[in-house]
C-alpha cells in the first residue's frame, strides 16, 4: 500500500486537503498541517496519522522566519519518519519545504492549485510548479499560467 502524505496549511487549504478524505482510506495515509485551536482535534478523529507545524503568518516576518526555518526541519524529520511515497498538497508556505524534500528523494509530488485563485498564480505554486509531478488547477483560467497543468475541476 502507498505510504501518501497529504498536507496543507490551516484554513482555507486545509478545508480543501480535507475534501480528499474518501482518498485517506486507499492509502497509508498521514495528515500534516500547522497547529492550532481551530484544528487540535483532527489529532482525535486521525490520531497517530495527524501531524502537526508550528503555525506562522508572514504578518509578523521576523517570527515568521524563524518559525518557517523550523518548519523545514520538523519536515525533514517527519519525511523521514512516514517516509511517504506521494505528497499531496493544496498549498501553500507550509507545504514547500515538503514539496522540495520528496522532490529530492525522488518521490511525487501533486500540488492542488487553490480554489481561491482563478486569475493570479500563488507564490508557493510558482515554487513548486516546476519539480510537481502533477500540477492540478481547479479553474480552466488557471492554464493559461500553468500551461503543464491539468484541470482537475474544483474540490469542493
Not at 505528497?87 to 524534500?101: L, Q, S
Amino acid at each position: 500500500m502507498k505510504r501518501v502524505m497529504f498536507i496543507s496549511s490551516t484554513g482555507g487549504h486545509l478545508t480543501e486537503l480535507l475534501q480528499l478524505e474518501p482518498l485517506f482510506q486507499r492509502f497509508d495515509a498521514s495528515l500534516v498541517t500547522e497547529k492550532t485551536k481551530s484544528n487540535a482535534s483532527l489529532k482525535e478523529k486521525y490520531g497517530k496519522k495527524m501531524h502537526y507545524l508550528t503555525y506562522g503568518t508572514k504578518q509578523h516576518l521576523l517570527s515568521y522566519l524563524f518559525i518557517f526555518a523550523w518548519n523545514i526541519i520538523k519536515s525533514f524529520c517527519l519525511f523521514v519518519k512516514i517516509r511517504p511515497d506521494v505528497v499531496i498538497t493544496t498549498g501553500t508556505h507550509t507545504a514547500v519545504p515538503m514539496c522540495f524534500i520528496a522532490h529530492f528523494f525522488k518521490k511525487k509530488v501533486i500540488w492542488i492549485e487553490t480554489f481561491a485563485n482563478s486569475t493570479t498564480q500563488t507564490e508557493a505554486g510558482k515554487l513548486v510548479y516546476p519539480i510537481a509531478d502533477l500540477f492540478i488547477v481547479q479553474w480552466e483560467s488557471m492554464l493559461e499560467l500553468y500551461p503543464n497543468a491539468v484541470m482537475g475541476g474544483w474540490i469542493f
